[in-house]
């Protein structure tokens, strides 16, 4: 089966489980069909999938993933210790965990399309994954009540199905709305240094965070950055399991903050995957 037949195939059954969408059009170009698998991948509810379904759509997004290019952390150099900063689609990272900056519903972004890193790890891990995390919360509801969402900075572990990382540790970042507290660089810290324990407790040996809250929760992005490094840095020094740890960024911005805050750090000439 080609990547077309697989693209028109997972169309076809999501538009008959939908069963709402009778009257789309049906696009012509390859672009356009992509886009339009994307988004009623986004809004489907959390659910089984038959196992056609899942063998099929597992073999269409580990192909698309590896047209990206995947990279393993054991290609990249440490800037420092066990701190390593690299530019790139955190979907393509191959490593033990990475870090998705969550909602507390803890079921992905169903906004279509979106480009949101939620969005982005949900649609390309496979519908798995968002039926994973209902599981998980229908758990979390019967032992706290209905109304049980999860709290910032406790985070939540799930597999990564058809990512190349074998786990995705979930985290509700704090939101800025106004001025920014004590309070939320508080809670920023304690989302980094939960996700490491985490990651030790189950014996994970990489973990790769993206910039936690400061797309639409609207952390400053040099702030963040700033905690970020050194909250790593203290859980580095003072556990015995040195967890490698990447900063992942996605745009020159964050790249040349997270550049100049490592390179306080006296890193060497020479030294440090940036890109």
Known sequence: MTQN???????????????????IVYPDDEASRKRLLRSLMNIR?????????????????KIET????????DDLRPVK??????????????????VNAANSAMLGCF?????????????????????????KME??????????EQPTAVPL??????LPSRKVIHVVGPIVNGKLTAAHEELLSACYSSCLELASENDLKSVAFCCISTGVFMFPQKRAAQIAVQTVKEYLNHNENKIKVVFNVFNDTDLMIYKELLSDRQVSPGQGELE
């Open 5 to 23: 037949e697989r693209i028109d195939y997972l169309i076809d059954y999501l538009l008959k489980e939908q069963g709402r969408f009778k009257e």
């Open 45 to 61: 509810m959390p659910s089984e999938a038959d196992e056609d379904f899942l063998h099929i759509q597992d073999e269409f997004l």
């Open 66 to 73: 590896m047209k990206k290019g995947i990279t393993d952390i």
């Open 81 to 98: 210790d066990n701190m390593y900063l690299w530019k790139g689609d955190i979907t393509t990272i191959r490593c033990d965990a990475i």
């Open 111 to 135: 906004v279509p399309g979106h480009n949101c890193i939620d969005n982005c790890i949900h649609t390309f891990a496979g519908v798995q994954l968002r039926y994973e995390c209902y599981l």
């Open 139 to 148: 758990e979390l509801r019967r032992r706290y009540g209905v109304n049980y």
């Open 157 to 162: 572990m799930t597999d990564a199905y058809d």
